[in-house]
T-cell receptor
Framework: RKEVEQDPGPFNVPEGATVAFNCTYSNSASQSFFWYRQDCRKEPKLLMS???SGNEDGRFTAQLNRASQYISLLIRDSKLSDSATYLCVVILFSGGYNKLIFGAGTRLAVHP | GAVVSQHPSWVICKSGTSVKIECRSL??????MFWYRQFPKQSLMLMAT?????????EQGVEKDKFLINHASLTLSTLTVTSAHPEDSSFYICSARPGDRAKNIQYFGAGTRLSVL
């Protein structure tokens, strides 16, 4: 079983739509959680951190459910510029380091 | 924000040659740098963790003699793919973690796309 699992998509949505991505992680010792965004052939960029209390940044809302080992990302009022791959990332302390474990990503395509 | 420079951004080489990729933290000192590899439509996979002045720690399944890592200073780490073969073609990305900031933050380089013919 993969450490971090995501629905690969693609999610094809019109501008203005609300879209939700889900992610599950297998290691209950995971410490921190993030959503990254990766554009085609580019490096991943931090989108937002994820907390049990929820985290909202403009049109983006992230939520963590530790009991279910489940992370979500909600995007409201989708823009064309939101088209990208969204990576779910957890941090594990292993081998003396905090390591980022990436999901394979969920592709979002926003169309006019 | 913190800037990590990775060079080259794209390299094409013949099978059997060695390729060196540089990762530099431009405005902060990085005690720890990480090297990842990403195959098409797959997740970033951590290859190794490198600390300035010490040997890199490789993840299981990564050949340390094939992927040589040198972290000679607090702002530079290099990854050398020795005797590259077509199956080594991939997107290699480095990241750097500032020693004096939140330990979970990593800043990524723009990546190097390696194509081995």
């Amino acid at each position: 079983r993969k450490e971090v699992e995501q629905d690969p998509g693609p999610f094809n949505v019109p501008e203005g739509a609300t879209v939700a991505f889900n992610c599950t992680y297998s290691n209950s010792a995971s410490q921190s959680f993030f959503w990254y965004r990766q554009d085609c052939r580019k490096e991943p960029k931090l989108l937002m951190s994820v907390y049990s209390s929820g985290n909202e940044d403009g049109r983006f809302t992230a939520q963590l459910n530790r009991a279910s080992q489940y992370i979500s990302l909600l995007i409201r009022d989708s823009k064309l510029s939101d088209s990208a791959t969204y990576l779910c990332v957890v941090i594990l302390f292993s081998g003396g380091y905090n390591k980022l474990i990436f999901g394979a990503g969920t592709r979002l395509a926003v169309h006019p | 924000g913190a800037v990590v420079s990775q060079h080259p951004s794209w390299v094409i080489c013949k099978s059997g040659t060695s390729v060196k990729i540089e990762c530099r933290s431009l405005d902060f000192q990085a005690t720890t740098m990480f090297w990842y590899r990403q195959f098409p439509k797959q997740s970033l996979m951590l290859m190794a963790t490198s600390n300035e002045g010490s040997k890199a720690t490789y993840e299981q399944g990564v050949e340390k003699d094939k992927f040589l890592i040198n972290h000679a200073s607090l702002t530079l780490s290099t990854l050398t793919v020795t005797s590259a073969h077509p199956e080594d073609s991939s997107f290699y990305i480095c990241s750097a973690r500032p020693g004096d900031r939140a330990k979970n933050i990593q800043y990524f380089g723009a990546g190097t796309r390696l194509s081995v013919l």
